[in-house]
């Protein structure tokens, strides 16, 4: 009896620093895959602290020498200058597009999906249809027929032109719709017999049950519309209006004159996104994965 | 006046007041603009006015040769991210989803961060790393490793490595939370009765895991699929517009704008995109098929 339980002890024993190894194992290996990812950013970083013309002489390098670390380009970017002057513009832009674009996607992409979900009507799944069938096309297919509609509705160059075309984001509709499937649908019922309106039911009695649903939307809206491009880069033309991205990518011309304010105000530029994302890293996975498991 | 209004605050009414900007935003800038981009390609756009030309746009394009470059690099570039994009981030999915990784927290945050940059930001960053200068990120690793360094961006077969080493790094992390997402739905249950039946970790992997995830693969495959087909910003900040030596970084995309924006062949770049929308819609119905849709009607 007392020898089978030794042994048991020491097969456990053995299991024990199994699991230990293994587990030293698993996670240095994200370590160095972490290290991995997250290194070209940390490169760019320690670059944007170098002298721009060491940038175009040498490619991102990647050697530690403090010494030759200079706060020269941040102090150029936020001083007062062409340069700077034409970065903030870029930035508040960028600031203003977001803000608009969530707004408005967000108030759309819920009404749209309260009247796919919460009624009974004859063209309802029809509609629904229509909507999965905008997902099916990719968007840069409708660039040159938007871009020549954009021309003759006088939308080119305005910050219209730019997010009237993504407010009913098809995701974002199908999301809605998904979190208001598991809603009560007994609340309209109650809402009608206390007299509420149709309109005052949606917003007063379910918008703010859908709360949750806001919260991851309006994040994976809002780094959409930060990072947007191609669109951006079509619709504007003249560079007081251009968003931070469209801005930077003037700047990378092959004689790299601009190069000390590219790399200090890219690296500038990720940090509205990366404070959201270090605040509310929970909705950002909840809201891009929510399609996966269902869809 | 009180008679619309009435009607307006109806049970029947509101439900059409709610969908309505939907169906606004779907014909204006859906329908009107894919039915435009049709008619578009029948025809040759000049400033002089516009001329129908039949299929003359396609005919040119099946002997356009860059075209069959961009087609060849567009599949080429999408079938390369599905051999890297779906197993690695699968596995790691697997190993993260284990009890054997401490910090996960931090390391899926760490692998999520690519994600958040703008393609302008990474693209810049990536392009500086490809320099072909000796001391370029990559030419150093290269030749620590004893390789040799590269003109990166000058010659095909490293200037594909380069978008993938880009595509890998964007989207790794995010595959990643997607088959985490996946795994989480996974009944424990299963694999508690496997360990009954004396099942090895490879054995729970492959007659477990595998087939319960497949709805999450096919998702992770059709969105890799289009964005692989539609790949175009990344190869535009790499090579710092559409133009790459030898067109190595040339997409369908890519030729799409070079015509169209560029050049403002508005009937030509339409037919471009024509091609890339018949592409699209076969694949679409080629995974339906495979997803077994069409299967349920049968029964």
């Known amino acids: 009896m007392a020898n089978t339980s030794s042994v048991n002890e020491k097969e456990t024993m053995g299991m024990k620093t199994k699991r230990t190894v293994l587990s030293i194992i698993g996670t240095a290996f994200f370590a160095v895959l972490s290290f991995i990812i997250v290194f070209p950013l940390v490169a760019g970083l320690i670059a944007s602290f170098r002298p721009g013309t060491e940038l175009i002489r040498r490619g991102l390098s990647v050697d530690l020498d403090f010494s030759s670390m200079t706060l020269a380009n941040y102090k150029y970017l936020f001083g007062n200058n062409v340069d700077g002057q034409k970065y903030f513009m870029w930035y508040k832009n960028s600031l203003i597009l977001t803000a608009v674009s969530v707004v408005g996607t967000l108030f759309i992409c819920y009404i749209v999906a309260y009247g796919l979900t919460m009624y009974n009507y004859k063209l309802k799944n029809f509609l629904f249809f229509l909507v999965i069938a905008t997902m099916m096309v990719p968007f840069e297919i409708l660039i040159l027929p938007l871009y020549k509609e954009m021309i003759s509705l006088k939308l080119i160059d305005t910050m219209a032109g730019v997010v009237l075309p993504g407010l009913c984001g098809a995701s974002t509709i199908f999301f809605f719709r998904q979190y208001m499937t598991g809603l009560p649908k007994e609340l309209l019922d109650a809402g009608r017999i206390d007299g509420a309106t149709e309109y005052g039911i949606c917003f007063k009695i379910m918008l703010p049950i859908t709360k949750p649903a806001f919260a991851a939307m309006s994040i994976l809206c809002a780094m959409g519309a930060w990072n947007n491009v191609l669109w951006p880069m079509l619709v504007f033309r003249s560079a007081e209006k251009f968003t931070l991205p469209i801005g930077l990518n003037t700047l990378l011309t092959p004689y790299g004159n601009n190069y000390d304010v590219l790399i200090a105000g890219s690296m500038f530029g990720i940090i509205p996104v990366f404070i959201v994302f270090l605040c509310f890293q929970r909705y950002f996975i909840e809201g891009m994965t929510a399609g996966a498991v269902k869809g | ?299």
């Open chain 2, 1 to 299: 006046m009180s008679k619309f209004k009435k009607f307006f605050y109806s049970q029947k009414a509101a439900p059409y007041v709610f969908v309505l900007p939907f169906i606004l935003s779907f014909a204006l800038f859906w329908i009107y603009p894919l039915c435009s981009t049709i008619t578009m390609s029948f025809q040759e756009i000049k400033p002089a006015g516009t001329e129908w030309v039949g299929m003359a746009n396609f005919v040119k394009l099946t002997k356009d040769t860059v075209f069959h470059t961009a087609i060849l690099n567009s599949f080429e570039y999408m079938i390369l991210t599905l051999v890297l994009l779906i197993p690695f981030p699968m596995l790691f999915a697997v190993l993260m989803d284990s009890r054997l990784v401490k910090a996960k927290g931090f390391w899926k945050a760490c692998l999520y961060v690519p994600a958040l940059t703008s393609v302008v930001i990474s693209g810049t960053l990536f392009r500086l790393m490809f320099s072909e200068y000796q001391t370029g990120q990559m030419n150093v690793i290269t030749a620590a490793l004893g390789l040799g360094t590269f003109k990166w961006l000058k010659m095909k077969a490293t200037g594909l490595a380069a978008l993938l080493i880009v595509a890998c790094w964007r989207w790794t992390g995010v595959n990643m939370l997607y088959f985490i997402s996946g795994l989480k739905a996974i009944d424990t249950a299963l694999y508690e009765s496997a360990d009954i039946d004396g099942a090895t970790a490879w054995q729970k992997f492959r007659y477990v895991t595998i087939p319960l995830l497949k709805p999450t693969t096919i998702y992770v495959l059709t969105i890799s699929v289009y964005a692989g087909l539609a790949m175009f910003m990344e190869a535009y900040m790499l090579w710092a517009g559409p133009d790459s030596p030898n067109n190595i970084g040339l997409t369908i995309v890519g030729y799409l704008y070079k015509r169209g924006i560029t050049k403002n062949q508005l009937g030509y770049g339409s037919a471009v995109g024509i091609v890339l929308l018949v592409i699209a819609l076969a694949i679409n119905i080629v995974q339906l098929i495979l997803n077994g849709t069409f299967k349920k009607e049968e029964d």
